[in-house]
């Protein structure tokens, strides 16, 4: 009977030990949504070889959109991560320097789809009702249409910042800038690699 009774205290203490530390986790934890639209800042043309390639014109209007992960390191300092769809389209134009065209090549929409899983540190500034923050880290696209690229995987790094405003304990509303550059190539013949700069907004909700 006894050792039936410490097992049961020994049960009752295990699951609340548990439940405590799996509480302190998710009170270090917020998700949220955010919606970015992006400037490409990428490379004006970019060579297959010496003669020929494309010209580019970064006439649209992009946007990224997604999920994210923010996990309370210290006080102020977090990790996150997110996973977002992301267009980078643009107009091209195939030239070649060798080549007699009879007619001239019209401009094509090139169209670049991503899945964007960012892994980022972000440091807060005066941790009052309203914050700065600054976010460095790594970004890794995955291509969705891979007719168009090389590499279907591709790495770059994200710099970025913005302000945060409390609009309750657990509620916080974000406003964000970043700054992307591609590390691998999209194209194993040229160098062409992506750039961007964004300007974004977000929520998020502590858990």
Do not use: H, W
């Amino acid at each position: 009977m006894k050792t039936k009774k410490a097992l049961l205290i020994f049960g009752i203490l295990l699951f609340y030990t548990i439940g405590i530390n799996a509480q302190e986790t998710l009170d270090k934890l917020r998700i949220g949504l955010s919606s970015s639209i992006e400037n490409n800042l990428s490379s004006e043309s970019f060579a297959f070889d010496k003669y020929t390639g494309y010209s580019a014109n970064y006439n649209k209007t992009n946007y990224r959109f997604g999920l994210n992960f923010e996990y309370d390191l210290k006080e102020n300092i977090s990790i996150n991560t997110s996973i977002n769809y992301s267009n980078k389209d643009f107009t091209g134009t195939y030239y070649c320097a060798v080549c007699d065209f009879s007619v001239p090549p019209s401009p094509q929409e090139i169209d670049f789809r991503f899945i964007e899983v960012p892994l980022t540190l972000k440091y807060y500034f005066l941790p009052n009702k309203i914050r700065l923050f600054g976010e460095f880290g790594l970004n890794n696209l995955f291509s969705l249409n891979k007719e168009v690229t090389d590499n279907s995987y591709i790495l770059g790094i994200k710099l970025g910042g913005g302000i945060e405003y409390n609009l309750t304990k657990k509620i916080a509303l974000q406003l964000n800038i970043d700054y992307n550059n591609s590390i691998s190539k999209l194209y194993k013949e040229s160098d062409f690699k992506l750039k961007s700069f964004a300007f974004g907004i977000g929520i998020m909700k502590r858990i």
